[in-house]
């Protein structure tokens, strides 16, 4: 009896360069159990082993435990590899942060010991223009009273304290002169960088002042990103906004609108990149691209023209291209 996924049609539509895009319905799934692979010549796509008419239940199921043994080995693979490339950001990630910290609490000491050194000078210098005022003072009094033995002590003080005011004034202009320690800046993560530019030349329909529509499209889906917890400063940050800007601006993605746009499709092809945002794990992308070569191996084998065929060979293709991603 035929299910409603069986009856399901998929629409295609071939472009002039030979591949195909399909768009998926929200309701499409992939099954599990095939795991197909394509041959490097003859353009036919079949499985490792293939179900045969004649199997019995048991070499069927153990041809499904095969396969599920293969796919579950390549999970545990491809996870392990992301532990250990995640724990390895996370170190650079947090040496980076350490050496950052450590760079401005060293900038906020030499500022701290510039400003204090400052404040003493400051400090001894009013308290030699006291002394000099007091001389002064002693000096009158020692004059008015004809003391002329206190009147040598006034002009000694005096002189004294003169000079002591002259070397400090001395040293504070010096100290002047010299650029006080400026507080840290925080500079842009090279990494940040690097990823942006990447970014933007090849989608440079992208106005960085917001004045079109579509860039602040793209602003917002930013914003969005960042309070998900996406880091920049991850290449997946910047294929999730490509992913996404797709679904909202699908004009920049799926074709040039002009000959001289360079605008790139996006890692939105099912499996090219692996990410668990392409259609065949239920995420915002709900379109599979076909190659040239797949859609003309399709073509030499009869299935173009039978829907039935057509869809059957699609769904090995994604299911092809999940179990065998990239990491």
Same mark, same amino acid.
Do not use: C
């Given at each position: 009896m035929a299910t409603d996924k069986d009856k399901m049609q998929l629409d295609v539509q071939e472009d002039a360069d030979g591949s195909? $895009? !399909? @768009?998926?319905?929200?309701n499409f799934? !992939?099954?599990?159990?095939?795991e197909p692979k394509e041959k490097a010549e003859g353009g036919e796509v079949q499985d490792d082993e293939p179900d045969l008419p004649n199997d019995s239940?048991? +070499?069927?199921?153990?041809?499904?435990?095969?396969r599920k043994a293969k796919r579950d080995l390549a999970k545990r693979s491809r996870e392990e590899k992301d532990v250990q490339l995640n724990a390895l950001k996370r170190?650079?990630?947090?040496?980076?942060?350490? /050496?950052?910290?450590? @760079?401005a609490r060293l900038q906020r000491v030499e =500022?701290?010991?510039? &400003?204090?050194? *400052?404040?003493?000078?400051? #400090?001894?210098?009013?308290?030699?223009? +006291?002394? *000099?005022e007091y001389a002064k003072m002693k000096l009158a009094e020692a004059a008015n009273s004809n003391d002329g033995s206190a009147m040598v002590q006034a002009q000694e003080l005096m002189y004294e304290a003169r000079k002591d005011l002259e070397q400090l004034e001395g040293q504070k202009r010096q100290i002047e002169r010299q650029p006080a320690p400026e507080a840290p800046v925080n500079a842009p993560d090279? =990494? $940040?960088?690097? &990823?942006?530019?990447?970014? /933007?030349?090849? %989608?440079?329909?992208?106005? $960085? @002042?917001?004045?079109d529509?579509?860039?602040?499209?793209? #602003?917002?889906?930013?914003v969005e990103l960042s309070k998900e917890g996406w880091a920049p400063t991850d290449p997946d940050y910047w294929d999730?906004?490509? %992913?996404?800007?797709?679904?909202?601006?699908?004009?920049?993605?799926?074709?040039a609108s002009d000959g001289n746009s360079t605008v790139r499709k996006p890692r939105n092809v099912v499996g090219s990149s692996g990410r668990e945002s392409s259609a065949s794990y239920g995420g915002s992308n709900r379109q599979f691209t076909l190659s040239p070569e797949r859609v003309k191996a399709m073509k030499e084998v009869g299935a173009w023209d039978n829907p039935e065929r057509k869809k059957r060979m699609i769904e090995n293709f994604i299911a092809f291209d999940r179990n065998n991603r990239r990491s």
């Open positions: 195909a $895009v !399909v @768009d998926l319905p929200d799934a !992939v099954e599990d159990d095939h239940e048991a +070499v069927l199921a153990a041809k499904r435990a095969r170190q650079n990630d947090e040496m980076a942060r350490q /050496l950052a910290q450590a @760079d =500022r701290e010991s510039h &400003n204090s050194f *400052v404040s003493r000078m400051d #400090k001894a210098i009013q308290d030699q223009q +006291v002394r *000099v090279p =990494r $940040v960088q690097r &990823n942006a530019a990447q970014w /933007l030349e090849r %989608n440079n329909w992208y106005k $960085v @002042d917001g004045s529509t579509d860039s602040r499209i793209a #602003k917002e889906i930013d999730e906004l490509d %992913n996404r800007l797709q679904k909202y601006l699908p004009h920049r993605y799926n074709g």
